[in-house]
């Protein structure tokens, strides 16, 4: 007979990650009430489908129902655990389970950065947790470490690969030098990609992380809708192999460094260079580089998705709940208030850009002298083959404002050397 005392939960959502979740819970037990001191029960599974076959069995006793409010209103749950995904019906049961006095544990990145606020309010307001460890970068810690690991410092910067899909699609594309749509159709027949890949691939995904990241290291709320995002979809292998000929490897990056005038934030491919660990980061993993005043540099890596990574996560935040203690849910005593942002025209970078030209003389004297009109200036020069469409030339540009970078290709763009729209992506320092 158990003695230890009793946790109930309510799960919605029994897919990828709720099927991990209840493989972990049934697989760790002996672990999970060592560390808990507590036995979790689980009581309710409520799914769309009921008569779906699962690929994991639910707990002898455990009842599989349609209805939300099983969960939600039931006195007996202690934890509501929200595991569908979407923007509703996920956020009206979180709701209704916090303003019943549960604990919520979720994964729902894309729901707490367009209606956070209004759910750590509540939440705040009934004095329990909203736990979301396995809202960002899947299986590694990042949550915690930004909210309890690192709250001795003030954080400078952080960084990350915070989409599998994306690092999967840019990976094949370096290093088996496929083209963007055969390493799209491998990542989706290999489960990385969702049919619709657009979330992932056009960097809304990573955005809506990255808000959650800036709430924790920053205690400020970004507004998702003021996020700069530019996704990989137009990516070229010709960028990719150029990248790799000056040393370095393309990267989508959600960003955000402190500066004297406020947060410079965003999403967007980066050239890293090839000796920094977020450039050795491949296939579906995640990585995240934190820079703390006080701890220096700190780097995680892992997998950033799959049922028993992520499901990982969530029993982590189960136990944190069970074990009852109160940490602020957002990691900031006070109540967030909006971000001061750096407007995005206003950020400084410096700059990789591919034209193709057609070749005659005087275009490089040309190209120079439009950059040099809005103070920017080339560090390095290639051209090289020519192609039906011209003959690629690419500029590695030295630090300057996105403005200027962006008004000197548009003056350039009117130039009648010019065969195609200029390519341009940031460079990591
Ligand atoms: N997959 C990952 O690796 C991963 C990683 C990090 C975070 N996440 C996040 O975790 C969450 C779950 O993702 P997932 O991949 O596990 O999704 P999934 O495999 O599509 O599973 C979703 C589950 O929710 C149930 N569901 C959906 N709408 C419902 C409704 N209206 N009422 C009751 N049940 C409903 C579905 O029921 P049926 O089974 O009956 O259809 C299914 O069991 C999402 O927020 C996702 O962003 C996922």
């Given at each position: 007979?158990?003695?230890?005392?009793?946790?109930?939960?309510?799960?919605?959502?029994?897919?990828?990650?709720?099927?991990?979740?209840?493989?972990?819970?049934?697989?760790?037990?002996?672990?999970?009430?060592a560390?808990?001191?507590?036995?979790f029960?689980?009581?309710?599974?409520?799914?769309?489908?009921?008569?779906?076959?699962?690929?994991?069995?639910?707990?002898?006793?455990?009842?599989?129902?349609t209805s939300?409010?099983?969960?939600?209103?039931d006195?007996?749950?202690?934890?509501?655990?929200?595991?569908?995904?979407?923007?509703?019906?996920?956020?009206?049961?979180?709701?209704r389970?916090?303003?019943?006095?549960?604990?919520?544990?979720?994964?729902?990145?894309?729901?707490?950065?367009?209606?956070?606020?209004?759910?750590?309010?509540?939440?705040g307001?009934?004095?329990v947790?909203?736990?979301?460890?396995?809202?960002?970068?899947g299986?590694?810690?990042?949550i915690?470490t930004?909210?309890e690991?690192?709250?001795?410092?003030?954080?400078?910067?952080?960084?990350?690969?915070l989409?599998?899909?994306?690092?999967?699609?840019?990976?094949?594309?370096?290093?088996?030098?496929?083209?963007?749509?055969?390493a799209?159709?491998?990542?989706?027949?290999?489960?990385y990609a969702e049919?619709?890949?657009s979330l992932?691939?056009?960097g809304h995904?990573?955005?809506h992380?990255?808000?959650?990241?800036?709430?924790l290291?920053?205690?400020v709320d970004?507004?998702y809708?003021?996020m700069?995002?530019?996704?990989?979809?137009?990516?070229?292998?010709?960028?990719?192999?150029?990248?790799r000929?000056?040393?370095?490897?393309?990267?989508?990056?959600g960003?955000?460094?402190?500066?004297?005038?406020?947060?410079?934030?965003?999403v967007?491919?980066?050239?890293?260079?090839?000796t920094?660990?977020?450039?050795?980061v491949?296939?579906?993993?995640n990585?995240?580089?934190?820079?703390?005043?006080?701890?220096g540099?700190?780097?995680?890596?892992?997998?950033?998705?799959?049922?028993?990574p992520?499901?990982?996560?969530?029993m982590?935040?189960?136990?944190?709940?069970?074990?009852?203690?109160?940490?602020?849910?957002?990691?900031?005593?006070?109540?967030?208030h909006?971000?001061?942002?750096?407007?995005?025209?206003?950020?400084?970078?410096?700059?990789?850009?591919?034209?193709?030209?057609?070749?005659q003389?005087g275009?490089?004297h040309?190209?120079?002298?439009?950059?040099?009109?809005?103070?920017v200036?080339i560090?390095?020069?290639?051209?090289?083959?020519?192609?039906?469409?011209?003959?690629?030339?690419?500029?590695?540009l030295?630090?300057?404002?996105?403005?200027?970078?962006?008004?000197?290709?548009?003056k350039?763009?009117?130039?009648d050397?010019l065969?195609?729209?200029?390519?341009?992506?940031r460079?990591?320092?």
């Amino acid at each position: 007979m158990n003695s230890l005392r009793k946790v109930t939960l309510g799960l919605a959502g029994f897919g990828t990650v709720g099927g991990g979740l209840v493989e972990i819970l049934q697989k760790n037990k002996a672990e999970l009430e060592a560390r808990a001191g507590c036995q979790f029960v689980l009581k309710t599974v409520v799914v769309r489908d009921p008569s779906r076959v699962r690929a994991v069995a639910l707990p002898e006793g455990t009842r599989l129902s349609t209805s939300l409010s099983d969960v939600t209103d039931d006195p007996d749950i202690d934890i509501a655990v929200e595991l569908m995904g979407g923007i509703e019906p996920p956020r009206s049961f979180i709701l209704r389970a916090l303003e019943q006095g549960k604990h919520v544990v979720t994964a729902n990145k894309a729901l707490l950065a367009e209606a956070g606020e209004e759910l750590f309010r509540l939440a705040g307001k009934k004095g329990v947790r909203l736990l979301y460890e396995a809202s960002v970068a899947g299986g590694i810690p990042v949550i915690q470490t930004l909210k309890e690991s690192l709250a001795g410092n003030r954080i400078q910067s952080v960084e990350g690969i915070l989409n599998g899909t994306s690092n999967y699609i840019l990976s094949e594309m370096s290093s088996n030098g496929k083209d963007f749509a055969t390493a799209l159709a491998d990542a989706q027949a290999r489960g990385y990609a969702e049919a619709d890949p657009s979330l992932d691939i056009d960097g809304h995904d990573t955005a809506h992380k990255l808000v959650l990241l800036i709430r924790l290291a920053f205690g400020v709320d970004y507004p998702y809708s003021q996020m700069p995002v530019q996704g990989i979809r137009n990516m070229d292998s010709m960028d990719i192999e150029f990248a790799r000929e000056f040393g370095y490897r393309v990267k989508l990056l959600g960003r955000v460094r402190r500066t004297e005038k406020g947060l410079e934030a965003g999403v967007f491919p980066v050239l890293v260079r090839h000796t920094y660990l977020l450039a050795r980061v491949g296939g579906a993993f995640n990585a995240i580089r934190i820079e703390g005043n006080a701890i220096g540099s700190l780097f995680l890596h892992g997998l950033g998705a799959g049922a028993l990574p992520t499901g990982s996560a969530v029993m982590s935040d189960i136990v944190a709940a069970a074990r009852g203690t109160m940490p602020f849910n957002t990691g900031f005593a006070a109540p967030l208030h909006t971000a001061d942002i750096v407007p995005p025209a206003d950020a400084v970078s410096s700059y990789y850009v591919r034209f193709m030209i057609k070749d005659q003389p005087g275009v490089l004297h040309a190209l120079t002298g439009d950059l040099a009109e809005f103070g920017v200036s080339i560090a390095q020069a290639i051209q090289k083959g020519e192609r039906d469409d011209g003959v690629p030339l690419v500029l590695m540009l030295h630090a300057a404002r996105v403005q200027d970078v962006q008004s000197a290709l548009d003056k350039i763009a009117a130039r009648d050397f010019l065969n195609a729209p200029a390519v341009a992506y940031r460079v990591m320092d």
